[in-house]
């Protein structure tokens, strides 16, 4: 028989495991799926790599923010784990936009050479350095 201490331990900290996944999951693909309803892709590869990549930023970028905002100890409640929902579901929303930036810069430039793409690169960094204060 297994001590009921140890026991009930470890599924508390299964509990808090599963429902923080469970809460970023949902806020990923609920960010992938308001994004791709708006504005479908043209291929199925498009909307492919459009997903992951919405599910990677989303899950990716909210962890990011959350650590670097010290929010950690939001896991400890349910409220604060639907805090955590809400910022991986808003960290899903750039990551949707970049890609499909990405892709329509591909479509445009699809007969340009490699000194075009990084002349157009460099120019587009420096107008984002110019436009930081």
Same mark, same amino acid.
């Given at each position: 028989?297994? *001590?009921?201490?140890?026991?009930? %331990? %470890?599924?508390? %900290?299964?509990?808090?495991?599963?429902?923080?996944?469970?809460?970023?999951?949902?806020?990923?693909?609920?960010?992938? !799926?308001?994004?791709?309803?708006?504005?479908?892709?043209?291929?199925?590869? *498009?909307?492919?790599?459009?997903?992951?990549?919405?599910?990677?930023?989303?899950?990716?970028?909210?962890?990011?923010?959350?650590?670097? $905002?010290?929010?950690?100890?939001?896991?400890?409640?349910?409220?604060? $784990?639907?805090?955590?929902?809400?910022?991986?579901? %808003?960290?899903?929303?750039? +990551?949707? $936009?970049?890609?499909? +930036?990405?892709?329509? !810069?591909?479509?445009?430039?699809?007969?340009?050479?490699?000194? *075009?793409?990084?002349?157009?690169?460099?120019?587009?960094?420096?107008?984002?350095?110019?436009?930081?204060?």
């Amino acid at each position: 028989m297994s *001590e009921p201490l140890s026991t009930g %331990a %470890a599924g508390v %900290a299964g509990w808090k495991i599963l429902g923080g996944l469970a809460g970023t999951g949902i806020g990923a693909g609920l960010a992938a !799926y308001i994004v791709m309803s708006m504005t479908k892709p043209k291929t199925n590869q *498009e909307w492919h790599a459009s997903l992951i990549c919405t599910l990677v930023g989303s899950i990716g970028g909210g962890a990011c923010l959350i650590s670097w $905002l010290g929010l950690q100890r939001w896991a400890n409640d349910v409220f604060g $784990l639907v805090g955590m929902f809400g910022i991986a579901f %808003a960290c899903g929303l750039p +990551a949707w $936009l970049i890609i499909r +930036a990405l892709f329509l !810069y591909i479509d445009k430039k699809r007969d340009a050479d490699i000194t *075009e793409i990084v002349a157009d690169g460099a120019q587009a960094v420096k107008a984002v350095k110019d436009a930081l204060p």
